[in-house]
């Protein structure tokens, strides 16, 4: 049976008398519609489907809907970033599962937003659900692609040519160009771990030199001091010197280039919103100190990529696995995402671990007696410092830096459960994988399942995980899952390691404050920045 354009329009309309005619009815003529072989598809039939709330996700999975219309329904703001609320993410997510009680089974993890005209909003922290998401993304038919929605304000500010942005095949060729810089077989070797080591004993010697003159001076023992902003500079640090082969004189990374960075981050979080959501501007009378700044930001962090790239004609550090068939133009805008991206989620990786240690002195101890007699942190060194890194395993499911992952459907797309069940993503649909709220289900992380509650810190967990076998069961998504887990994890992993072992080896510390509550932006960070009262060891 063929169906003109104007048998659908004239079918719409009768439908819509008919709903007009039966008021007590509306509902199950609308399911009607639903359910017509072609009607569904099309945009008019999706508007009425929205206007009567039907559900449009299909299949085992239950979702629930949350009602922007009911403030009673939802939490403390809107489920969606303005101007007033783009700065408190979490707050976003938190909002979708606020009155989530209420619902029954999974469709308390699993809530959606629709707004006729506009594509079904998924925000899903069950596990299962975020797994077989990841999973069904990549290239090629019947799959998910990276939502670009959220990464606007980046693409404007690197380039939409990048492994972050780009889709399909396009993200293809860029995967295959930087599959050798990050693989784990390239960065955890003997000679790249001595190398990234040295830069940190650098960086961390000038720092001792100045503590120990500060203890001289005022005659005390112990410092208070934020420790994010030394940690962002180490990983600045490793990845310009030890990865790029970067020849850059360190203060100015301190001084120039790392506030410039700083600058541009926070000027793509804001992009993102203005562009999407905003319908009015800055006024230009306010933006002309701000403008200059970030002009000159920007500038910065042009000359910052140039520098990083010139090493590529000598196959410095990662260049020399980088093939000679990708133009500099293909890997400029990827260079800059990683410059930015990097730093901001190693330096939140790190500062969140000694976040947590700082609160926990026996944690922190017994990572102590693992690197205390480690005089180079070697691979073998880090395999056998199974504590630091059950730490890092909790670091990551606890606080991940990539608090949310963005998934969009491209076409009507089934994803399939680990317990066989099924879910219809319709075409369209913008899916929020809220890794955040994950990683802290007490059904899925709490006692029942590891031995400890699922919002409190315990790298124990772990060694329950590992015992029972399951640990492929449990993952924490710090660095997302399938086709397009983070490129630089294992690079993230190299640095963690170094830095949170080499802190813990040559300071005590422990934290100002008792709560250890997040900020949000491109990563999540400590909110304190790390503030801890810190002292040199004496053994």
């Not at 039939?45 to 999975?61: E, S, T, W, Y």
């Not at 993410?89 to 009155?99: D, R």
């Not at 609160?359 to 504590?387: M, N, Y």
């Not at 993230?492 to 830095?499: F, K, Q, R, T």
């Amino acid at each position: 049976m063929q169906v003109s354009p104007t048998d659908l329009v004239g079918a719409a309309a009768e439908h819509v008398n008919v709903v007009e005619s039966y008021g007590g009815t509306l509902q199950s003529h609308a399911k009607k519609a639903y359910n017509w072989n072609f009607g569904w598809r099309l945009p008019v039939f999706r508007f009425l489907q929205q206007l009567f709330c039907i559900n449009p996700f299909k299949g085992d999975v239950a979702v629930s809907r949350v009602w922007i219309t009911r403030p009673g329904t939802r939490g403390k703001t809107l489920p969606f970033p303005t101007r007033r609320n783009y700065h408190e993410p979490l707050e976003i997510l938190s909002t979708f599962f606020a009155k989530a009680d209420t619902a029954q089974g999974r469709a308390r993890n699993n809530r959606y937003l629709e707004v006729p005209g506009f594509d079904p909003i998924l925000v899903t922290r069950d596990p299962q659900v975020i797994r077989a998401v990841l999973t069904a993304t990549g290239a090629g038919e019947g799959r998910l692609d990276r939502d670009t929605m959220a990464s606007t304000g980046i693409a404007r500010a690197t380039g939409p040519d990048t492994l972050l942005f780009s889709n399909g095949r396009e993200w293809q060729t860029h995967r295959k160009a930087s599959a050798k810089a990050f693989g784990k077989t390239s960065l955890f070797t003997d000679d790249v771990f001595e190398n990234f080591e040295q830069t940190f004993r650098n960086n961390v010697e000038q720092r001792l030199d100045e503590l120990k003159q500060h203890f001289e001076c005022s005659g005390t023992t112990e410092v208070e001091i934020a420790l994010e902003p030394e940690i962002k500079c180490i990983m600045m640090e490793m990845l310009l010197f030890n990865f790029f082969g970067a020849k850059i004189d360190p203060a100015e990374v301190r001084e120039k280039y790392i506030p410039a960075i700083d600058t541009v981050i926070e000027h793509i979080v804001r992009d993102t919103i203005d562009e999407q959501f905003d319908v009015v501007r800055f006024r230009k009378k306010d933006k002309s100190q701000h403008d200059a700044d970030l002009q000159e930001a920007f500038a910065l962090f042009e000359r910052l990529t140039d520098l990083s790239m010139a090493p590529r004609p000598e196959g410095t550090c990662a260049w020399a696995r980088v093939d000679t068939k990708w133009a500099d133009e293909d890997l400029r805008s990827n260079v800059k995402v990683f410059l930015a991206g990097a730093l901001e989620a190693t330096t939140s990786y790190a500062a969140w671990a000694i976040s947590h240690l700082a609160r926990h002195a026996e944690c922190q101890s017994q990572v102590f007696q693992e690197v205390r007699s480690v005089e180079s942190f070697k691979t073998d060194a880090i395999d056998h410092a199974v504590c630091l890194k059950n730490v890092l395993r909790e670091t990551l499911r606890l606080t991940p830096s990539l608090y949310f992952l963005p998934r969009k459907a491209v076409t009507d797309t089934w994803i399939s459960l680990a317990d066989g069940s099924r879910m219809l993503l319709p075409a369209g649909t913008h899916v929020l994988l809220d890794v955040w709220h994950s990683n802290r289900i007490q059904e899925f992380w709490g006692e029942a399942m590891t031995g400890y509650n699922a919002e409190e810190f315990h790298p124990q967990r772990w060694e329950a995980i590992d015992k029972s076998g399951c640990s492929k069961d449990h993952l924490h998504f710090g660095f997302g899952h399938g086709a397009r887990v983070c490129p630089g994890k294992h690079l993230g992993e190299l640095e963690a390691s170094l830095v949170v072992g080499g802190i813990v080896k040559l300071f005590e510390f422990e934290a100002i404050t008792e709560h250890n509550e997040p900020k949000a932006g491109v990563s999540t960070k400590p909110k304190d920045g790390t503030l801890v009262r810190l002292r040199l060891r004496q053994s």
